[in-house]
């Protein structure tokens, strides 16, 4: 992967994640005083804007390294951070078609699956993508160690 795609990568995901976590925020754990108000907080309607905003970027990111990165490591079984790798590619579909399902469902039912969906799919790709750059920093750590002479 090249320097330019990988902080594409790594900071369009930051902060898709952290729009979406913000956002959720403000929607379920935050109440408004006014009863009449539609939304929780006055920024909930600019985090969601963002979230959608940045999230095809993320995606753009991910398609970008997956023919250089992700599918390679695949197809050849490469056993380093294989689990975290693999849990993210394959979460990459459901986070992504939940979340484009949930701005287009009009049925409030199909729009709160969507919705429990989209969370429980980018919420685990999200730790899992966590854990696989931990694990490339353990390793990168762990070869950069000088021998200790026995």
């Given at each position: 992967m090249s320097r330019t795609q990988l902080i594409l990568l790594h900071a369009s995901v930051a902060?898709?994640?952290l729009t979406g976590i913000v956002f959720a925020w403000m929607k379920y754990a935050m109440t408004s005083d006014d009863p009449f108000a539609v939304v929780n907080h006055p920024m909930q309607p600019h985090m969601l804007s963002a979230h959608v905003v940045i999230a095809p970027v993320a995606l753009f990111a991910l398609g970008w390294i997956f023919g250089v990165?992700?599918?390679p490591r695949f197809v050849i079984g490469d056993p380093r951070r294989r689990?975290?790798?693999v849990t993210t590619m394959i979460l990459i579909a459901p986070m992504v078609?939940?979340?484009y399902l949930l701005q287009i469902a009009t049925n409030d039912a199909?729009?709160?699956?969507m919705a429990t969906a989209h969370w429980i799919a980018s919420g685990v790709f999200v730790v899992g993508y966590a854990a696989h750059l931990l694990g490339s920093r353990q390793r990168r750590e762990t070869i950069d160690q000088p021998l200790q002479p026995s």
């Amino acid at each position: 992967m090249s320097r330019t795609q990988l902080i594409l990568l790594h900071a369009s995901v930051a902060l898709t994640a952290l729009t979406g976590i913000v956002f959720a925020w403000m929607k379920y754990a935050m109440t408004s005083d006014d009863p009449f108000a539609v939304v929780n907080h006055p920024m909930q309607p600019h985090m969601l804007s963002a979230h959608v905003v940045i999230a095809p970027v993320a995606l753009f990111a991910l398609g970008w390294i997956f023919g250089v990165h992700i599918w390679p490591r695949f197809v050849i079984g490469d056993p380093r951070r294989r689990v975290s790798g693999v849990t993210t590619m394959i979460l990459i579909a459901p986070m992504v078609l939940s979340g484009y399902l949930l701005q287009i469902a009009t049925n409030d039912a199909v729009r709160k699956a969507m919705a429990t969906a989209h969370w429980i799919a980018s919420g685990v790709f999200v730790v899992g993508y966590a854990a696989h750059l931990l694990g490339s920093r353990q390793r990168r750590e762990t070869i950069d160690q000088p021998l200790q002479p026995s």
